[in-house]
């Protein structure tokens, strides 16, 4: 089964900070990759997905990069309500893999 | 409006049974394959199980295999999750997600049922 691993596994920032997190599958997955955002006590919200295209809603701080192995999500002014944690997801064929998930703060 | 409720969880000892339902609505439900995903307790998202529109392919995560079985109604716009053998390790939040049009990647997500296995 692929593996998804991310990093870091939390991060703290200021308010209008530039934040990067990165997710890396054990084997190449094309571009079906996912993230998603879950707030405390709240459901798990798509962001992006094929890498790199937004879903429709989502600010458009929020944006991604990658593929084959190496991906990124990116915020470009972190914004008080973005204090979630974030997971890249493995789609398009199964067994389907999540990554471990990134906990952003504000400092 | 798209709505997905889940029903079904609870308290049941190791080595028991439960059935997990999630009832959909504001779609065409059997246009879309759908997901169980679960989160055990402050833990991450863990994908279980996908079957497709059709309700003939089914995929599951090799830590339910065997002991888990999905499956859905079209005609009650139903998913269903038979949990068996239920171990320690399956105690989450049990989520039904939709798949998204594109992929196999999930748009919506219903409030999770809780599912607590312990003696």
């Known amino acids: 089964d692929i593996q998804m691993t991310q990093s870091p596994s939390s991060l703290s920032a200021s308010v209008g900070d530039r934040v990067t997190i990165t997710c890396r599958a054990s084997?190449?997955?094309?571009?079906?990759l996912a993230w998603y955002q879950q707030k405390p006590g709240n459901v798990p919200k798509l962001l992006i997905y094929?890498?790199?295209t937004l879903q429709s809603g989502v600010p458009s701080r929020f944006s991604g990069s990658g593929s084959g192995t190496d991906f990124t999500l990116t915020i470009s002014s972190l914004q008080p309500e973005d204090v979630a944690t974030y997971y890249c997801h493995k789609y398009h064929d199964a067994p389907q893999t999540f990554g471990q998930g990134t906990k952003v703060e504000i400092k | 409006e798209v709505q997905l409720v889940e029903s079904g969880g609870g308290l049941v000892q190791p080595g028991g049974s439960l059935r997990l339902s999630c009832a959909a609505s504001?779609?065409?439900?059997?246009?879309?394959?759908m997901s169980w995903v679960r989160q055990a307790p402050g833990k991450g998202l863990e994908w279980v199980s996908l079957i497709r529109f059709t309700g003939v392919d089914t995929y599951y995560a090799n830590s339910v295999k065997g002991r888990f079985t999905i499956s859905r109604d079209n005609s009650k716009d139903t998913l269903y999750l038979q949990m068996n053998s239920l171990r320690a390790e399956d105690t989450a939040v049990y989520y039904c997600?939709?798949?998204?049009?594109?992929?196999?990647?999930?748009?919506?997500w219903g409030q999770g049922t809780l599912v607590t296995v312990s003696s």
């Open positions: 094929a890498a790199s």
């Open positions: 997600a939709k798949t998204h049009t594109s992929d196999w990647l999930y748009d919506y």
């Open positions: 504001g779609f065409t439900f059997n246009n879309y394959a």
């Open positions: 084997q190449g997955i094309n571009n079906y």
